[in-house]
């Protein structure tokens, strides 16, 4: 079936220290959202990239998705203890589903 | 502007016992709705999704059954509960292929 991966699945980073998380799905996705999910809540939107080889910033965030619309990446630049949580990339998968990644849940050490 | 309501919060459950979750949305028409679960520490799962009332379609077959007796109500139920169902119950809503609005879910603990 169509499946959503994210690598890596844990990361621990000291806070200044960029980070990367990588999304691959099994299908051509016609876009791919962002969210991010702290500790014990629920998980909030970032940003929809829809154009091929697209990137987006939002300040330390940097979003690409990839030229053939079946991956995207993540990018923090000098990670801060508020980035803590997990993130997952998310693409439709038909009209109306929403097929979520596994995640990559990061730990930023002060 | 629109908000989207989910309860309980927290729930404990012995094997066995029926099951009701509850989301409701507000302030949007005819939105998609969804229901996912969560295992602690993993990704999301989709178990259901409505576009429309009465209308709801399956992703994960098991003992949980929704449904969408209003345009803005969406129901998660279980006849009986197993101790694989415990997890983190999230209620999401959609207009077309936008961005998802979540819950603040259901955190639900069969023992």
Known sequence: GQQV????????????????TYCNSSTTLSNIQWYKQRPGG?????????KSGEVKKQKRLTFQFGEAKKNSSLH???????????YFCAGPMGTYKYIFGTGTRLKVLA | S???????????????SPLSLECTVEGTSNPNLYWYRQAAGRGLQLLFYSVGI????????????????????????SKK?????SGFYLCAWTEGNTEAFFG????LTVV
């Not at chain 2, 077959?61 to 007796?69: C, E, F, G, V």
């Not at chain 2, 509960?81 to 169902?85: I, K, N, R, T």
């Open chain 2, 54 to 77: 009465g209308q709801i379609s399956s992703e994960v077959p098991q003992n949980l059954s929704a449904s969408r007796p209003q345009d803005r109500q969406f129901i998660l139920s």
């Open chain 2, 2 to 16: 629109q908000t989207i309501h989910q309860w309980p919060a927290t729930l404990v459950q012995p094997v066995g």
């Open chain 2, 104 to 107: 603040q879910g259901t955190r």
């Open chain 1, 76 to 86: 923090i630049t000098a990670t801060q203890t508020t980035d803590v949580g997990t």
């Open chain 1, 42 to 50: 629920h998980p909030v939107f970032l940003i929809q990239l829809v």
């Open chain 2, 81 to 85: 509960l197993l101790l694989s169902d």
């Open chain 1, 5 to 20: 991966m994210q690598i890596p699945q844990y990361q621990h980073v000291q806070e200044g220290e960029d980070f990367t």
